[in-house]
Nanobody, 119 residues
């Protein structure tokens, strides 16, 4: 099982980035997917989630209207389109997969990708 994030980097305030998460080793479409972020010394926080089929999405209030989560189950990939970036969006962004089955819960984390918003 592997989740690999990419697309992070340095961007100016007001700029945009697209993060990607590529999955392998599990049935991607059966899993709800999420993006989390974490700043050093703080707890990891949920940014956005998307259901297995992609029909349902949820966003943290601090990114509503600026970020868009999406997925392509044909490519086993998830994306986070980030617009109007602010310095406070600076964090390591993690990809997370979760499936709740009757016999147990399965979840996986990616290794993270750094996003830095700075002038």
């Amino acid at each position: 099982v592997q989740l690999v994030e990419s697309g992070g980097g340095l961007v100016h305030p007001g700029g945009s980035l697209r993060l990607s998460c590529t999955a392998s080793g599990f049935s991607f479409s059966r899993y709800n997917m999420s993006w989390y972020r974490q700043v050093a010394g703080k707890e990891r926080e949920l940014v956005a989630s998307i259901s297995g089929g992609g029909s349902h999405t949820d966003y943290a209030d601090f990114v509503k209207g600026r970020f868009t989560i999406s997925r392509d189950n044909n490519k086993d990939a998830m994306y986070l389109h980030m617009n109007s970036l602010k310095p406070e969006d600076t964090a390591v962004y993690y990809c997370y997969a979760k499936r709740v089955a009757t016999w147990g819960v399965y979840d996986y984390w990616g290794q993270g990708t750094q996003v830095t918003v700075s002038s």
